[in-house]
Nanobody
Framework: VQLQASGGGLVQAGGSLRLSCVASGNSVSISVMGWYRQAPGKQRELVATIAVGGSTNYADSVKGRFTISRDNAKNTVYLQMNSLKPEDTAVYYC???????????WGQGTQLTVSS
């Protein structure tokens, strides 16, 4: 499975941006897809995940501002980010978990910079 993320960039605080991640290759049986982020000097952290059935999970820091969605037919996961804050600045990584072995795949990361 290969994950290709896109959509990062530079945005002002309060602005919006949407990230996309397309899974290709042997993408059958991908159960959970999600987004993680890593800011300079910090550990990678969960942003949001979405299961194949649509159930979602969000980090407290993004609840109410970010929305994760998924198009199973296109093997694509999206992250709509609104009301962006400078502390959202990070490299955002797409993630996918494939059943039944729960193998984890990572995309290459896309940089989001939020200016104050």
């Amino acid at each position: 499975v290969q994950l290709q993320a896109s959509g990062g960039g530079l945005v002002q605080a309060g602005g919006s941006l949407r990230l996309s991640c397309v899974a290709s290759g042997n993408s059958v049986s991908i159960s959970v897809m999600g987004w993680y982020r890593q800011a300079p000097g910090k550990q990678r952290e969960l942003v949001a995940t979405i299961a194949v059935g649509g159930s979602t999970n969000y980090a407290d820091s993004v609840k109410g501002r970010f929305t994760i969605s998924r198009d199973n037919a296109k093997n694509t996961v999206y992250l709509q980010m609104n009301s962006l804050k400078p502390e959202d600045t990070a490299v955002y990584y797409c993630n996918a978990v494939q059943t039944p072995r729960l193998k984890v795949y990572w995309g290459q990361g896309t940089q989001l910079t939020v200016s104050s």
